[in-house]
């Protein structure tokens, strides 16, 4: 069962799918136990794996997981004790089969299963620092202060304006009673004259 063509592209880029996501290769990688070319050699193992198995007849997922193994071993100095490298080499002989007998559908799934949910660019969004958000929120404060300042002040300034206007007949009523009360209170300055009753007692009869 030879795969060809479009079919091993895309088992090419299956492949990728299943090495990316493994835990084991992820910490050599991240950790440079293959020295400092550690993810060009990550790259070369995808490479040398399509080749292993599309250049060998019917490959065993054992003889895929001995492969594995040894570059584990030998390039990133890594020792897979786990059950992780059975079920990776599983996955890739399975995907394999799948391109050779046309489920390229199935395959694409895969493949777009594995893909990030959100863009990378998301990651880069620049993160204020707390400094920065305390300055915005006291600029915030002292704007709504200075808002607040003018409000009053400019209410202030109308009400005292609107306090002293009248209309012209209730300011010359307003005058006149200001003076009436101040002349009946000053009455002996002003000429005006206090009458006061007085009650004399009648002299009994002897």
């Given at each position: 069962m030879a795969v060809a063509g479009e079919d091993k592209d895309l088992f090419n880029h299956a492949v990728s799918a299943v090495l990316r996501e493994w835990q084991a290769l992820h910490i050599a990688v991240d950790n440079m136990f293959g020295g400092p070319m550690s993810k060009e050699?990550?790259?070369?193992m995808e490479d040398v794996t399509v080749h292993f198995i599309c250049n060998n007849d019917d490959v065993q997922p054992w003889e895929l997981e001995d492969y594995l193994?040894?570059?584990?071993?030998?390039?990133?100095?890594?020792?897979?004790?786990?059950?992780?490298?059975?079920?990776?080499?599983?996955?890739i002989c399975q995907l394999y089969t799948q391109c050779g007998n046309g489920e390229t559908s199935e395959v694409r799934e895969f493949i777009l299963s594995r893909l990030p949910a959100k863009p990378i660019e998301v990651q880069c969004v620049r993160q204020e620092s707390l400094e920065d958000q305390i300055e915005d929120v006291s600029e915030d404060v002292s704007e709504d202060d200075e808002d607040k300042d003018i409000t009053v002040e400019n209410g202030l300034e109308q009400l005292h304006i609107s306090e002293k206007r009248y209309p012209s007949s209730e300011q010359n009523e307003v005058e006149e009673r200001e003076e009436d009360g101040h002349c009946k209170e000053n009455g002996d300055d002003d000429g005006w004259e206090i009458?006061?009753?007085?009650?004399?007692?009648?002299k009994s009869s002897a």
């Open positions: 050699k990550a790259l070369w193994y040894t570059i584990m071993d030998q390039e990133f100095h890594t020792i897979i004790d786990d059950a992780s490298l059975p079920m990776i080499s599983k996955k009458v006061r009753s007085s009650h004399r007692k009648s």
